[in-house]
């Protein structure tokens, strides 16, 4: 006992977490390079392990710990994503057909045996960075891994400009939300700087010569979440309703990346938790926008060394309850942990000011940017990977995992970079293993 103290002890001391103030927990990850990272602490619920995992002795004999991670993850705690080799032509791969179109990320929702995708495309055949100007938000479906997560439009669901999908379900209705950045008047660009004319999924392949900078937000033009709702995947939607309400004054111009989690009637005194950029977000009824609040920063920011979450969230709650966020966190055109990669982050409760992150650098890479690996053996280091969206499956483990990928390994600030930037990009599917590890749901305590 007292070893699985001074463990606990030693775990908590390590990730900054304060277990005296306000119940609540925030990491700050040790930046001493020369101090050895903790051991897992058994039977403390997998805190230790991400909520990915459950910590065990590596034997009966020794005092030395292990994480045993459930299936779909591994790492020294769990952090990170267990990846196959990319399925050649998986995910949106339009830049390489006639349509030349490319896409930025999808949310995805499986239903009655289908996988249906909601992803960001750019119009006119433009690249990611006239996302502004050019964004409108599709449907795709695919078979999953029968066809090699290959996914096949649909349709156009919302015209310009609107971007940033997310769709979840209400598991006590059965009825979907869609969640977007929307605009509702087109471009949310300058007017005199809006549509583009491109012709191989790249700006620089614009046919106006004022297309390939990325454009700013337009004078007096705003970047609003909205949902709109339906009782299947294909439809029909609602109309849109605005959370421009409980939006402040300084982000109405900003994407917040809005990513909600609808809550079981269990817990109906909160109908929806959503993380933002910037803030943990509640709402009583999800249908009902002027029930929304904002709950403050999901780290205690008033410790000056707490990590910033990152950019484009997803998020989602386990088999346990826990809560769990993916986003992707770091300086573009450095490889490694340290650079811009996959970030997880997990809580008990999903409280603002409860969510950590594993004792590593920026809480460890949960998926790679650089030398991603191929099925046919090649391997790409891709300028940006983001919006990143795990994919479940019907036995309800991640099955899969959605980014946007910039089809480039370069880009300003990286060494070897010649303008202008190819920004072509598309939406690649990466498949993970699943039943290779233990599952933390079959055990509860250390076998010794």
């Known amino acids: 006992m007292r070893l699985i103290v001074a463990l606990l002890v030693d775990f908590v001391l390590w990730l900054g977490i304060d277990i005296f103030s306000s119940g609540s927990y925030t990491s700050h990850p040790r930046r001493d390079s020369n101090k050895t990272l903790p051991l897992c602490v058994v039977n403390d619920d997998g805190l230790s392990c991400s909520y990915n995992g459950l910590c065990v002795r590596s034997n009966c004999n020794t005092q030395e710990t292990h994480c045993l991670c459930d299936p779909g993850w591994k790492g020294m705690y769990c952090e990170a994503l267990d990846l196959v080799p990319v399925a050649n032509g998986s995910g949106l791969q339009d830049l390489l057909t006639q349509n030349r179109t490319s896409t930025w990320g999808g949310s995805v929702l499986f239903d009655q045996g289908v996988y249906h995708m909601f992803f960001s495309e750019l119009a006119h055949h433009c690249g990611i960075h006239r996302w502004i100007s050019h964004s409108v938000v599709s449907h795709a479906v695919s078979a999953g891994p029968e066809d090699n997560w290959k996914f096949h439009k649909t349709k156009t669901l919302l015209p310009i400009f609107s971007h940033e999908p997310i769709v979840t379900r209400d598991p006590s209705t059965g009825e979907l939300g869609l969640f977007v950045s929307h605009y509702p008047h087109g471009s949310a660009a300058d007017d005199n700087d809006s549509t583009c004319h491109c012709v191989d999924g790249s700006t620089s392949s614009a046919l106006e010569k004022r297309c390939i900078h990325e454009p700013g937000l337009g004078h007096n033009k705003t970047m609003y979440t909205y949902f709109t709702t339906a009782h299947q995947p294909t439809g029909p939607w609602s109309p849109l309703q605005s959370l421009e309400h409980e939006t402040p004054e300084g982000q109405k111009r900003f994407d917040l990346n809005f990513a909600p989690l609808i809550l079981p009637t269990t817990n109906r005194s909160l109908s929806l938790l959503a993380w933002t950029r910037w803030d943990i977000w509640t709402a009583t009824d999800w249908k009902n926008p002027h029930t929304y609040v904002r709950q403050g920063p999901a780290p205690n920011f008033s410790n000056p060394h707490a990590q910033w979450e990152g950019e484009d969230p997803s998020l989602w709650r386990d088999s346990k309850g826990r809560f769990h966020i993916l986003s992707h966190n770091g300086p573009r055109g450095i490889g490694g942990p340290e650079g811009d990669c996959g970030r997880h982050l997990f809580s008990a ?95 509860e305590k250390d076998s010794c």
């Open 349 to 443: 409760t999903g409280q603002a000011g409860s969510w950590l992150a594993a004792p590593l650098p920026l809480g460890g890479c949960a998926f790679p940017r650089v030398n991603v690996s191929f099925v046919d053996g090649s391997s790409r280091t891709f300028y940006r990977r983001e919006r990143p969206h795990l994919i479940f499956g019907p036995h309800g483990r991640p099955a899969a995992l959605s980014t946007s990928v910039i089809d480039s390994p370069v880009g300003p600030g990286v060494p070897g970079f010649q303008p202008p930037q190819r920004d072509a990009s598309y939406t690649l599917v990466q498949a993970t293993h699943t039943g290779r590890h233990f599952d933390s749901t079959a055990s």
